[in-house]
């Protein structure tokens, strides 16, 4: 299986500024047809998971450009500039490549 | 608009059948496919297994031997099938349309507790 390893596993963060967390996966994460299947997530408090990032960089509909994804086949960032308080929750990678699809452990974001 | 529900009982006992329903509107089950995830408390996602637009299945090679997931097209309904329950499994159990195999809805998820 797939394994992805989040960093840090929690952060916290001032209203304003910027975060950044880590994805490594265990494998490479292109695909054949040239796409990277690395997706985000964020699960907000009392939730379900809500998608951010499509194929490492792609921002899904309606969410704010304040979110950003990059990254090579292996290695992945999320980074969210001036947070606010509604970035609050757990953020999780994920990778659809193959099965079964896996998740990384979450990264809790909170509030200085 | 897209939504996914999920229902079931709250609590199943130690060694019982769980069995869940998605019930989906504002898409068909013959057009994306449908995932389960579950999340044990505190703690974080797990695949379970999809059913694909034509029906077939695809599950977690750790759930395999207990897992059964089918569907209802003309009631667009998903239906989970889980046996002999332990208290691990305790957990909320999300479905979600897989588009281009990933999740871009989720159902807002159903607990479900095992214990005698």
């Known amino acids: 299986d797939i394994v992805l390893t989040q960093a840090p596993l929690s952060v916290s963060v001032t209203p304003g500024e910027s975060a950044s967390i880590s994805c490594r996966s265990s494998?490479?994460?292109?695909?054949?047809?040239?796409?990277?299947?690395l997706y985000w997530y964020l699960q907000k408090p009392g939730k379900s998971p809500q998608l951010l990032i499509y194929?490492?960089?792609n921002l899904a509909s309606g969410v704010p450009d304040r979110f950003s994804g990059s990254g090579s086949e292996t290695d992945f960032t999320l980074k969210i500039s001036k947070v606010e308080t509604e970035d609050v929750g757990v953020y999780y990678c994920?990778?659809?490549?193959?099965?079964?699809?896996?998740f990384g452990a979450g990264t809790k974001l909170e509030l200085k | 608009q897209v939504q996914l529900k999920e229902s079931g009982p709250g609590l199943v006992q130690p060694s019982q059948t769980l069995s869940l329903t998605c019930t989906v509107s504002?898409?068909?089950?013959?057009?994306?496919?449908v995932s389960w995830v579950r999340q044990p408390p505190g703690k974080g996602l797990e695949w379970m297994g999809v059913?694909?637009?034509?029906?077939?299945?695809a599950y977690n090679s750790l759930l395999k031997s207990r897992l059964s997931i089918s569907r209802d097209t003309s009631k667009s309904q998903v239906f989970l099938k889980m046996n002999s329950l332990q208290t691990e499994d305790t957990a909320t159990y999300y479905c979600?349309?897989?588009?281009?195999?990933?999740?871009?809805?989720w159902g807002q998820g159903v607990m479900v507790t095992v214990s005698s």
């Open positions: 979600a349309r897989t588009y281009n195999n990933y999740f871009d809805y």
């Open positions: 504002g898409f068909s089950l013959t057009s994306y496919h």
């Open positions: 059913i694909w637009t034509g029906g077939s299945t």
């Open positions: 494998k490479s994460l292109l695909s054949s047809k040239g796409i990277t299947s």
């Open positions: 194929r490492m960089s």
């Open positions: 994920a990778q659809f490549l193959e099965y079964p699809y896996t």
